[in-house]
């Protein structure tokens, strides 16, 4: 049997990279979403965040679902529309987060939805996390995260 060259391959170099920094919560608007005098209870928040460090992103739109299961205590979930820089490359993504908080602070993980990331962030993947501290002014992340 006469031998084969191979066909021809093709890479997609990706950038890796862990960005770090931290964000503040510019404004906070949390609404009833269902009866309120009652655990569990529900409850909507639009949120806007401004992000600074390897992530710029002077105000963010993020919504919340809030499910509180004690008058400190819940879990959420949501959505957060990320437009600025990362690490010098601009354009604009969108994060799925979850977590949980009680008395003593907020714990959050999150992940990039696939297919958000636009202009020279087409093609972004990552995770991450933060937690923060009941009273923290500003909450530090960290941000794992691909680029082709």
């Known amino acids: 049997m006469p031998a084969t060259a191979p066909g021809p391959t093709t890479a997609t170099a990706t950038t890796a990279a862990t960005a770090t920094g931290a964000f503040t919560f510019k404004d906070w608007e949390e609404n009833p ?3 309120q005098d009652v655990l ?8 806007t965040n401004a ?7 002077p105000g963010t739109t993020c919504v919340y679902t809030v499910a509180y299961t004690g ?7 949501g959505m957060e529309l990320v437009t ?3 690490d010098g490359r601009p354009g604009s993504f969108v994060l799925e987060e979850r ?8 714990r959050c993980h999150f992940d990039v939805v696939p297919g958000s990331g636009t202009s020279a962030l087409t093609g972004l993947t990552g995770s991450g996390s933060f937690v923060t501290r009941h009273g ?3 909450v530090e992340y960290t941000f794992t995260y691909e680029l082709p």
């Open 33 to 35: 979403a269902g009866p």
């Open 40 to 47: 569990p209870r529900l409850a909507r928040a639009k949120v």
């Open 51 to 57: 992000f600074a460090g390897a992530l710029t992103a």
């Open 71 to 77: 008058e400190n205590t819940g879990t959420f979930a």
């Open 84 to 86: 600025g820089t990362l």
């Open 99 to 106: 977590g949980a908080f009680d008395a003593t602070g907020t």
């Open 136 to 138: 923290d002014t500003a």
